[in-house]
């Protein structure tokens, strides 16, 4: 018998190895038919006498990514297809859709035949399942070997049993930081937790797997055996579990606000699936895991995190007509905070860079930068100290515009100054190739103005990196007006070479993401005219599901830099665009008392050491009233549709034109929610109508900002979503 996606060899000792490998895909995943297989394969080994046991492996460099998306999308059309007529029958037929692979997995499991799992480079959700439902793994002791179940930041959890069969190996605290954060871990570590058997050497990986079956491994897991009772916390009536079991629940509040259904569930179903045998644990598991497929935030989070994040990253942007292009030397002119970030990505992902300042001691400390980040990474056993050097290796810093011949790519990032930026443009353009294209990281500046001084207005480009650099996977490319399709696909290419997620939008203001922030800031501080507590402002944040409150956001980002973008505002637009009650909170910080955020360890917090405290002064420049003044639902509410308001409007003046990069956009490039599934997600999920009226509402009392405009009108009138109406061509 053979199969499309597996080898089946039983060698003389009766062992089968079977070697998933699919033809045509560089990543194994879960699909309909690999279940089939594996299923006839399982039924294979239990049932023919001549074989012992079974090794799982791969025959490609990772184990396998998990389940693929296109069977997921099926899950959800097929149950949204039917819920309309028959919500019953569509929800039955989801369970037993969505359990399928878990009871593949039982099966597996309690076949009477020991399965080994044989596991090189990364296995990811279902694939970990697999491997945890088998009766030993064997890990390589690869770099590239990670074992993961990272559902929960897609909005599911592990359903195929990942969430039993860890807390019943693990340690229970372990085990359960590891579902609720998505962990990934390295084999030493799943070693530790007791989710691997033996890491070995990677060309010695079948041998050991085969050698744990010939020695008589048993096929009757623990849990399956005579009179097995849950040990420690993973009891959760005993003295252990008492100490673990409300602290997670205190934890999960803590960390999620309640906003996650599918960590709460991944919760329910351990603390229920622990006081049960298996067979029932796994049924609770599966229910659980059928509800929160059903819920909005699982459809958004998988859209944007998985689905759209993907299509981005394999270019669903980028200009098919123009041949596909691998940067190999980019220059890089600025070597300071944004610079020196710019060109660490680069050199990390194998490309050359020449690092240029107005002097070589500038330079240099750019380029020292690299290897700080590079030394943290070698000290944590991320990189070997030969890579290390390598990398370096690969940044010239110079103060030499001569070196940046050769340069597939120039990315300027020197002060934010029109004049200093035409004067390096200028002084570079002699030195670039016929075929070089020039790229700006502006934050302000539009690139169509940028452009007309740069000579080849064609082949100049917007690429906004967000800080920091090395953590944060968002770049804007910025189209001017004229920058042509070859352009577009050269900052592409780079963007995706050094493994960041592009977004492509039009010239503008503060281009996409930063108008969006700007938002989230000034409703803080307009929260805090109006007197509200700033700590209630910060925990508004956070409860709305934003990573920091816009206080400490705006701290970050520098009080001054955001009292310089209102200033320009004023003086480009008329003293109308900005808002005077704004105006007179920065100036009273950033002019009168200096206080300029974390930089200069002064801002709406007071940093001392590694502790930070919302400066107790805040209250001589606005008394904070009583916060029962302040309802915090609409504190919240304020918060985020401040932001998706925004993106609404970029979207309508056309600087967006995607719903999946507003969306994707928005939660890489300032966290903006992401159980919402970003911004324009977040108000597809309320329903155009709900938005609109909630907006008008917010509008009466708090001021013009919130009126929605003509586009969101038009949807709330005609009953249309964002992905309804801009569905993107897939
Ligand atoms: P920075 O002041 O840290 O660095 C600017 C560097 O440019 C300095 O090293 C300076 O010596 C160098 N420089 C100035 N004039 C030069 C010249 N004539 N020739 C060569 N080098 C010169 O500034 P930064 O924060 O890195 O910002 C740089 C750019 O990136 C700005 O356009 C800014 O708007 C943009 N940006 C900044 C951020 C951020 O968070 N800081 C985020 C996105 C984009």
Redesign the pocket.
Known sequence: MSYADFRFETGEDGIAVVTWDMPDRSMNVFTMEVMDELEAIVERVAGDPDIRGAVIASGKDAFSGGADITMIHRLFHAYRAKAAGDPDGARRELLAESSRMSRLFRRLETCGKPFVAAIHGVSMGGATELALAAHARVLSDDRATRIGLPEVKIGIFPGAGGTQRVMRMADPQAGLQMLLKGETLDPGRALAMGLADRVVPRAGLLEAARAMIAAGLDPVKPWDAKGYRPKGAANPFSPAGFQVWPAANALYRKETFDNYPAARALLQSVFEGLQLPMDLALRVESRYFAHVLQTKEAEAMIRSLFVSLQALNKGARRPASVPKSEPRRVGI???????AGIAHATAQAGIEVVL???DRA?AEK?KAHSADLLDKAVRRGRATASEKDATLARIAASADYADLAGCDLVVE????DRA?KA??MRQAAPHLGAGTVFAS????LPITSLAAGAGRPADFIGI????PVDRMMLVEVILGRETGARALATAMDYVRAIRKTPIVVNDSRGFYANRCVMAYLLEGHLMLTEGVPAAMIENAGRMAGMPVGPLALNDE?ALDLAWKILQAAKADLGPAAIDPAQERLLEELVVRRERLGRKNGRGFYDYDGREKRLWPGLAEIVAPRSGDAFPIGELKRRLLATQALEAARTFEEGVVTDPREADVGSILGFGFAPFTGGTLSYIDGIGAAAFVDMCDALADRFGERFRPNPLLRGMAASGETFYGRFAPAV
């Open positions: 002119i600025g070597a300071g905070f944004m610079g240029l300042d107005r500038t750019g990032a020197v002060f934010e200093v004067e390096v990281n502006t934050s302000t906004h990196f967000f800080s980002v």
